[in-house]
């Protein structure tokens, strides 16, 4: 069965970078894309980018260019989310998602980022 | 890209049915049949309930139904149950691989 499987829990502290893991099972790796998705507390929930796993290329979402990199390895079926110049504001929860068409039919569970000094 | 615009709010009594619209512009709903909605349970991932408009993925109730009238497009959930409270998220697709978020909606069960 298809599964995204999340790195846990980050603290950072303001000005850190955090790289968080999507390890995919179930499916062919490099057949769909991994869109990447963050909910601060309380919030609703943001788009931030995408990541084809068979050819590497990216987009970010304009308001996280600069500071964002997605990348994957092939060899572990695993693709990164990698936050720089991290402030408060930061502080979400992390989603990664299976991209079908124009939809996400399988999500991770979640990672915390919490920025704090 | 701002977020689409979705009502905070909506409710309904178990049986009734409540309409939740997610307007954008012809940048993203009404330029292209991709616009799928999700709800989530606090502390959940969300959860795929309509895709392309009007589809339903395999072993959503046909309680759930999308559908799309130039810049807004709509869910609406028929017959509600107390397990249909929850936040309810639309998302389009705005073009060059780029997507957008609805601001969300939290339906309560009365």
């Known amino acids: 069965q298809v599964q995204l499987v999340q790195s846990g829990a980050e603290v950072k502290k303001p000005g850190a970078s955090v790289k968080v893991s999507c390890k995919a099972s179930?499916?062919?790796?490099?057949?769909?894309?991994i869109h990447w998705v963050r909910q601060a507390p309380g919030q609703g929930l943001e788009w931030m980018g995408l990541i084809n796993p068979g050819g590497g290329s990216t987009n970010y979402a304009q308001n996280f260019q600069g500071r964002v990199t997605m990348t994957r390895d092939t060899s572990t079926n695993t693709v990164y989310l990698e936050l720089s110049s991290l402030r408060s504001e930061d502080t979400a929860v992390y989603f990664c998602?299976?991209?079908?068409?124009?939809?996400?039919?399988?999500w991770g569970q979640g990672t915390l980022v919490t920025v704090s000094s | 890209q701002s977020a689409l615009t979705q009502p905070p709010s909506a409710s309904g009594s178990p049986g009734q049915s409540v309409t939740i619209s997610c307007t954008g512009t012809?940048?993203?709903?009404?330029?292209?049949?991709?616009v799928s909605w999700y709800h989530q349970h606090p502390g959940k991932a969300p959860k795929l309930m309509i895709y392309?408009?009007?589809k339903r993925p395999s072993g959503v109730p046909d309680r759930f139904s999308g559908s799309k009238s130039g810049n807004t497009a709509s869910l609406t959930v028929s017959g509600l149950q107390a397990e249909d409270e929850a936040d309810y998220y639309c998302i389009s697709y705005a073009g060059s691989n780029n997507y957008v978020f609805g601001t969300g909606t939290k339906v309560t069960v009365l």
């Open positions: 392309e408009v009007t």
């Open positions: 012809s940048s993203d709903v009404g330029g292209y049949n991709y």
């Open positions: 998602a299976r991209w079908v068409g124009g939809e996400g039919d399988y």
């Open positions: 179930g499916y062919t790796f490099t057949s769909h894309y």
